[in-house]
Every structure is written in C-alpha cells, then in structure tokens.
C-alpha cells in the first residue's frame, strides 16, 4: 500500500474476535486488516506486532460495518453482506464463508449498508442503510424474512434492546425510530432535532450514533449528544461537545463518546466533560470496547487515518496499530 | 591493670557491686557515695572500679532476664546520680545506655529510648554534653541500623527528632556537606521482557496445576493470569525515569539527557491527557476516608510491579510524589550548589525545556484533586525556602547564632511612646529619629536634601583654571617645555580635558574653521584661548609638582585596570580547587598547617570524608569560606611553596 492510500485512509469500522485476541478493522478501501491483540500488548511487543498480521479486500466499496458472532466475522461492504470464519481468518485464509444480499425494491441502484446488529434472541441479523428501510435476516437460513420501512432518509445506526425486543434506528432524516421486533411495526418515533436543548441546526439533524443501556438512550450527531430517559421520552442531559458525534458508549459510570477532533470524550451522566483525552487521528469514527477478555481489556478507536490508537487505560493513548 | 598494694581491685569491685545492688534496691544513691568514701586508694582507682562495678551489676541484670525495663533504668539513674557527686566517670551512664539498648529488644529499647527522650536536659548539661555527646550519637545510629526503615517509621522519627534536640543547630555532624546522593536507593523494575512477573506467574500457575493438584485441574478456582492489560511500554519508561531522580547527576550527560526528555514527555503526557476525578467521591465518603486512613500517606519505597501501573496512574498522592521528584531534581539542576563539579552546567536548550517543563507540572499539580492548588502553591513555598538552605549551605553554614557585637551599651530606658514632634522632626533640635543611630546622624546631616546636594562640598567637578593652570604654564614658549613633555600629550589628561571643556568652555561647542590633527593639537589650540581670558596670576612651583603627583597617580590606575588582571590577584575558582585537591591527595594535611587550620577543623575533614581527594577539597573550600573575598590564587600558591608543594604552585601559575 502506497504512501498516499495511507494518507487518505478512513477506519469505518472495528471489530473485536470472540475469543477477543483479535482485533478486525475494516476501511474505506473495502480492506479489512485483523491485528493481533495478544501480541501488541505484549511485554516483548515491537513496531512489528503493531501491524496486521492479516490484509485482506473484502469488498468493493468502503466497510461501514463490522460485527463478531460467535464463530464468525460479518463485513457489510456495497449492498452486500460477507460471513468470514474466525478460524479460517486466524489460519491466514481469506475465503468468504458466505455473502448475501438484502432483498432492494430496485435492481438499478446499489445501496451501502452503514449498519449491522444481532438479535439474539431469534438469531437475526438485523441490517439497516443506504435504501431506508431495515432488513432482517434469518441467521439460520440465510434468508431476509421482513422489511421495516418508516425512516425518510438513509440509516445511519441501530441499536438492540434486549429486554424489551426493541430494535432502534437513527438516520440522515433525523429521526430515531423505535420498532417492536416481534411484530415488526414502529412503536414510537423521537424526531431529536425538534427539541430545543440539543438542537444544532448548524450541524442538521442527522443521528449518526445510538446506544442503549435499559431505560437511557445515547443519541448524537447533529444534534448534540444527549441522554434520553425512554419511558418518559425525553433528554436528560445534553453534553457540551462541539463536533458531532459519530459514536458513543456508555462503560459503567462513563460516557466515551468519539466524533470530529483528535480526541475521546469521557462525559459522565450529569451532562459535564470530564475528560478529552488525546489520539493520533484528526476525526474519529468509530470506538470499540474489547469486554469479552479481560486480559486485554482495551479500547481502540479509529478515524481518518491509518492508525487505529489502542488504550490500555482509557486515560492515555498506549498504543496505534497501523494498516 | 595492676593495683598498687594499698589499694585492692578485686575488693573495692566487689564492695562497689554490693552497694551498688543495694543502691538499686533503695533507688537512692546513697550506699555508693558512702562506700565510695569508706575505700581507700585515690579518685580515679575508685571511680574506674565503680564504673566497672555498675557494669558489671547492669550485665548481671541483663543475663538475669527476668528483671523488667524499670530496674535497667533506675540502675542508670544512679549512675547519672554518681557522675554528679562526682564519683564515676562521666562517660559511665552512656556506657550503661548502649549496652542495655545492644542487648535488648527492640519493643523494650523503645521503653528505654523514652526514658533517653526525657532526660534530654540532662545530656545537654555541662556535665554530660562534651562527654557522652558521641556515645549518644553511635547509640542512636546503632538503634537506627537495627530499625526497619519502612516499618518502624516513628521509631526511626523520634530518635531523629531525639538528635536534632541533642546537637545545636550548628552541629554539622548530621550534615550532608558535600551534597552528596543517596545511590543505594535503586527503584528495581522489570527491565526486560523475560523477567516480567506475567509471564512468570503464567508459568508458574501452569506448572502449579500440572504437578501438583492433579485433580483439581480442571477446577475453576485456580488464579486466573493477571487480568489487565499492561503497557509496558509506558511501565520501563516510567521507572526508568527514577534513576534520574536517584542520581541527578546523569542529566549532565548528553545521551542520559535525551532520554531522559523523551520519558519525561511520555510521562507527563500520560499525567496530563489522564486527568484524575474527585466527583466520584462524595463529600461524605471522603471525609470517611480521610479519617479512617488519616491523612498521612507515605512511599517507604515505590512497588513497581506491571500490574499496579494502572492503579498507581489513577492514584493522586502517587502522581504527586512523582511531580514533586521531577521539582526536586529541576530545583538541583539549575540550582547553585557548591560541590557540582564545573562540567555540571546546563546549556540553553536544557534550561528552556526545565522551565517549560516546570510550568507544566506546576499546572498538572493543581489540577490533581483534591485541594490541589492548595497543594501546588505550598510545594512552590518549601522549594523556595530550600534555596534559603541552599544558599546557607553554599556559604559553609554559617552559625545561625548571631555574634553580639564587642561593645555592648547599656540599654537605655525606652520611653513608652514616642512624642510625635519627635518623629516628625519638629523636636527642639529639629532632629527626626530613625531608630538607629548612625541612621539618625546620616538623615540630620542636612535638612533639606536639595540643600545638601548643593553644597559647596559636592562639588567634584574641577575649575577651569585650576585644571589648565599646568597646561598654560607649558603652553607659554617662555617655559621652553619641549612638546612631548606636555600634558597635553598625556592621553589621560586630554581625556578630561575634553569632558570638563565640554562642561565649562563656550568655547567646546564654537564651530571653528580650524582643522587638528590631533587631539594634542587641538588642546594645545583652547589651552592658548583660555590663557587669554583667565586672569594673569602666574601659579606657583608647588602648586605644579602637586598636579604631577596627582597625574602619575592617574597614569597608574589607568595602566593596572588596563592590563589584564594577573592570576595571583584572582579568586580561587572550584574547577582550581578540584585540580589542586587531586594533586594533593594524601599529602593534604601538610597544606593545612600551612593554611593555617586548627586541629579541630582538620579532625572534622577526617572525619566527614574517606577519600584524601575529597578531603583535600574540604580543606580547601574550608580554607575559602574563612578567608573570604581574601582567599586568592596568590596566598594560596604562597602557602603551597611554603608547604614545599612547589611543582603545583608553578603549575597554578602557568595557566
């Protein structure tokens, strides 16, 4: 890869393997690069364990998404979904397991997928982009069983609520729809830029990031990153970031929210910043947390750069891995 | 030791360890003086026999085990009871101490360490101090030894604190003269991979569960490996920066210096993106906190295990301790400190990056909750009252008693208050009163300051014609002085000539048509002007050959300021010092008869120092600080050929 494919690189998206050793990233170029985890954080860890020990093109067009499921990786590139295997992956084997396509009204155009989440409670994977509607895939089959049509503008994320079987949507037109999964109809919108506390009008009013954690919602974007308590619908406390955000988490008492500017905010639920803490990447887009192995517990974060910065302590940048 | 024949050793010891026990059983020291008057034999025969008899009575009760603290204690108590009737050895006592500390344990040398506390006054009396000052002081470092710096804390505090009440301020026994540093302190880390205590306990649990507990293998229980990931990379750099704060004398080299910025940066960017938080805690639970684990936290010795480096980054008394090092060596480094050696300066870029840095972790001090601005400004306070120390140090501490000075006069009765018309000078005398006397004499000189400056007496500025007065008589062709005996001639002369004709001659500043080739010519030109318009009184002989004394005296100065100032007259550098101190070496001791040192400061420089090298440094600057602005190269190479070091003095004079 040249000198100035690296200069003009995004990371889009990150993905962290089940056993969480590995790290999957995925970038503009549709090339999905997995680093080694175990051997970053290594005492004897040198320039070269900080490079992917996998590159591969996956798709087409850029990755927008990655997920891990407990066997396998999924990569949604241009229209399509790819299923690669974690063990085939680590054994250096870049065969895809499978690829699917997501059933669009029209042949003609090629919508890009910006979203994928499981259901696990029915196995379903649950994808939403570029042609506004949501798809839901039967995992089992491989086959698209309902389509959830209301947003007005393309989908830019989605989040799962476990308990209730509620999938939320956030999109370019603003609004951040709530679904019933079981029945697949819409049970409430929340049209975020029409309230006055977290209106940015400067930015639009596109929501670019959602989380959920039991009765709080995150959402952000245009509009600024705010806490929403669902049962009442309403924001609780709006943040003071400037940019707009492309991703939040919320990690115990901690909101890391990630977005325009070289920095992670760490924002507590009161509304107050209490904390930016510095990385390489001029904008960043995504944030992952790696909880599924507490040996390497880290958060990584990537952005518009070939360096996705790795935080042992998620105070101070330790480390960058590198396309 | 063979006793005269009137006088039996055995005996008199044995009678004396009789009384003795008796005395103890009284707590009174009565048995003993009378035993000691009933002896025959003189004073020292029986003073050495009693201090051989309490020995042996305090040995007895040690042996005997059973006997408690109290009974040690009272022993010596009669022991300092006889010192002060004047029949044992005044050393006796501390004798008495230092075996009972050396032979007890240390929960009871405790006990008897309080007792030592109490009787301060005693050992500071007369009759103690002079001779049992060093018993204390090896007793005392005996006892440290023995305590455990980390664990017996406040043992350790109370007999520092016990020692700083026993010496006076002055005592410089307890001094780090030579600024010298702690090296032993080494912070040990895991320096290289194989060594990591991970990978270690990786090994050993695996070991662990195949050889020994067969069965309980596949049980979940067994230790999980650590369980956070670790940034080893920040870790070595991290503790790698102690050595710095051990040895500061590393900055002063290029390459320890290089690395040491880059860690430092890698540090304090870690410290300053990583802000720590003090909201979580509330009000409450931190008042709970404080009082539970009181509000002293103390670093016997940093851990520096991989696995605490996280906890220790969120942990503020930590983050402080290491903002104070780095404040403590920048303070080191740019401060003036005597015995640096002459390489130890720091260049410009290395005085910039301190200051910039010193900025920065000021700033990271005061963020560090809580009550870190208190905090901050108070390590500022300490750290500018330690340049006081510095300073006192760099002068060869000084006594901090102040010398009363010779004539003392008899302290008048002080008027309760002072009259104002007094103060304000509008007294019968008009005298206004400074407080002092000479200040008082210097402020009623005058009055009127513009009065005063008026005066004819300051007025420094010579006349014209007192000035000229020479140079007409010469410039007079009757005198037939030949040009270059003129004082015109005298680049001097036209000096001043030309400063006072520009202050006092219209004529300085009259354009003129005439053009001079020299500044002789041109004097010689206003010197025949001024001529005219004086008045003819003709100056007498003498009057000249007082302007030519006053000249020659003139061309002298000039020549010894113009001249480059002779080594001899110079004062003695340190980088000299060194040089001289490595070619004396052993053969110090010779200078130092002919410096002029007593025996005492000489005892003092054996016994600060091993190394002759250093000694004979001592020697030296304790030469320097005595004599002051007078300790030149010149009565320093006087003394070196007096002491027959004459290939150094030549030497010296060469460079």
């Known amino acids: ?323 | 030791m063979s006793p005269p024949s009137h006088f039996d050793f055995i005996e008199a010891r044995d009678k004396f360890t009789v009384a003795t026990k008796n005395a103890v059983d009284t707590r009174n020291c009565k048995p003993l003086t009378t035993a000691f008057s009933h002896l025959p034999g003189n004073e020292t025969e029986k003073k050495a026999t009693l201090d051989q008899a309490l020995r042996g009575v305090l040995e007895e009760q040690i042996v005997n085990q059973k006997v408690n603290v109290d009974d040690f204690l009272s022993l010596i108590y009669i022991s300092i009871d006889g010192v002060t009737e004047g029949i044992c050895s005044a050393t006796t006592p501390f004798l008495l101490l230092g075996d009972v500390l050396d032979c007890l344990p240390l929960d009871q040398c405790d006990k008897i360490f309080s007792f030592v506390e109490e009787n301060v006054s005693t050992w500071k009396s007369n009759t103690f101090y002079s001779a049992g000052k060093n018993y204390l002081l090896r007793m005392c470092n005996d006892l440290l030894r023995r305590l455990s710096k980390s664990q017996n804390t406040v043992f350790c505090g109370r007999i520092q604190l016990f020692l700083a009440r026993l010496f006076p301020l002055s005592e410089k026994s307890g001094l780090n003269l030579q600024s010298q540093f702690n090296l032993d302190n080494i912070t040990v880390f895991n320096k290289n991979e194989q060594d990591s205590t991970l990978g270690q306990q990786h090994t050993e649990v695996k070991e662990e569960g195949m050889d020994v507990e067969e069965g309980e293998m596949g049980d979940e229980d067994a230790p999980a490996p650590s369980s956070i990931p670790i940034d080893y990379n920040l870790y070595r750099k991290f503790w790698t920066l102690q050595d710095y704060f051990r040895n500061p004398v590393q900055c002063y080299d290029k390459f320890s210096w290089m690395t040491f910025i880059k860690y430092s940066d890698e540090a304090l960017a870690v410290f300053k993106s990583f802000k720590l938080d003090d909201m979580q805690a509330s009000k409450k639970k931190l008042e709970e906190m404080r009082t539970s684990s009181g509000d002293h936290v103390y670093f016997a010795k940093f851990l520096t295990s991989e696995k605490l480096m996280d906890l220790q980054l969120s942990d503020s008394n930590f983050r402080r301790h290491i903002l104070l090092q780095y404040l403590i060596l920048f303070q080191y480094l740019k401060g003036q400190v005597k015995f640096k050696s002459s390489s130890c300066v720091l260049n410009d870029d290395q005085s910039l990056w301190i200051e910039d840095t010193t900025k920065l972790v000021y700033q990271l001090l005061k963020e560090i909750p809580p009550d870190g601005d208190k905090f901050g400004s108070m390590v500022e306070h300490i750290l500018n009252t330690e340049e006081n120390w510095n300073s006192w140090k760099n002068e060869g501490c000084p006594s901090f008693v102040k010398e009363r000075p010779a004539e003392t006069k008899p302290i008048r009765p002080s008027r309760k208050r002072q009259a104002p018309e007094d103060f304000l000078g509008k007294g019968p005398d008009r005298k206004i009163l400074m407080g002092n006397d000479e200040l008082t004499r210097l402020w009623n000189l005058n009055p009127d300051n513009m009065e005063a400056c008026k005066s004819e007496n300051r007025e420094f500025m010579p006349s014209l014609e007192d000035f000229f007065e020479e140079a007409i008589e010469q410039a007079d062709p009757a005198n037939m002085v030949e040009d270059e005996y003129k004082v015109v001639r005298n680049s001097n002369y036209g000096w001043r000539a030309l400063r006072l004709l520009s202050r006092r001659s219209p004529h300085f500043f009259q354009p003129t048509n005439q053009q001079f080739k020299s500044l002789a010519d041109y004097l010689e030109n206003m010197v025949i002007k001024l001529a005219k318009e004086l008045p003819k009184d003709i100056p007498s002989e003498e009057i000249k050959t007082g302007e030519e004394d006053d000249d020659e005296n003139g061309d002298n100065l000039l020549k010894d300021s113009n001249d480059s100032p002779s080594i001899q007259s110079k004062a003695v550098t340190n980088s000299q010092m060194d040089e001289i101190a490595a070619k004396l070496g052993s053969q110090w001791k010779t200078l130092a008869d002919h410096l002029e040192m007593s025996d005492k400061e000489i005892r003092v420089i054996e016994s600060d120092s091993e190394d002759v090298d250093l000694q004979a440094k001592m020697l030296l600057v304790a030469w320097q600080d005595r004599e002051g602005s007078q300790a030149t190269m010149e009565s320093l190479v006087t003394a070196l050929n007096a002491a027959g070091f004459n290939n150094i003095a030549d030497n010296l004079s060469e460079t």
Not at chain 1, 252 to 279: F, N, R, W
């Open chain 1, 1 to 323: 890869m040249g000198p100035v494919e690296l200069l003009h690189m995004s990371v889009f998206s990150q993905s962290f393997s089940p056993c969480g050793r590995y790290l999957a990233a995925g970038n503009n170029y549709g090339e999905i690069a997995v680093f080694s985890l175990s051997a970053a954080l290594s005492p004897d860890a040198s320039e070269r364990s900080q490079k992917p020990i996998l590159n591969f093109t996956a798709h087409d067009g850029p990755v927008f998404s990655l997920l891990s499921t407990e066997s396998h990786l999924l990569s949604a590139g241009n229209g399509e979904i790819s299923a690669w295997s974690w063990a085939e992956l680590i054994k250096k084997s870049t065969k895809a397991a499978w690829t699917r396509k997501p059933n669009y009204e029209t042949s003609l155009e090629i919508p890009e997928i910006n979203a994928m989440i499981i259901n696990p409670k029915d196995n379903n994977l649950i994808v939403g982009g570029g042609d506004n509607n949501i798809h839901i895939m039967d995992m089992e089959t491989g086959t698209f069983k309902s389509v959830l049509k209301g947003h007005t503008d393309y989908i830019h994320c989605l989040s799962f609520k476990e308990r209730e079987g509620e999938i939320l949507s956030g999109g370019e037109d603003g609004a951040v729809r709530i679904w019933d999964s079981r029945t697949n109809r819409p049970v409430h919108c929340i049209e975020v830029f029409k309230y006055e506390e977290c209106a940015r009008p400067q930015f639009g009013k596109w929501i670019s990031c959602l989380a959920t954690d039991s009765d709080w919602m995150l959402c952000g974007g245009g509009p600024s990153l705010s806490l929403w308590h669902l049962r009442s619908m309403s924001p609780t406390s709006v943040f003071p970031l400037s940019g707009c955000q492309r991703e939040a988490v919320s990690y115990q008492d901690l909101i890391m929210s990630v977005g325009e500017g070289p920095y992670v905010s760490h924002c507590l639920h009161g509304g107050t910043v209490k904390a930016q803490i510095p990385c390489s990447p001029s904008s960043l887009n995504t944030l992952a947390l790696n909880l599924k192995n507490t040996e390497h517990r880290v958060m990584t974060v990537g952005g518009s750069s070939h360096q996705i910065d790795v935080f042992t302590n998620f105070s101070y940048r330790a480390l960058s891995l590198s396309f």
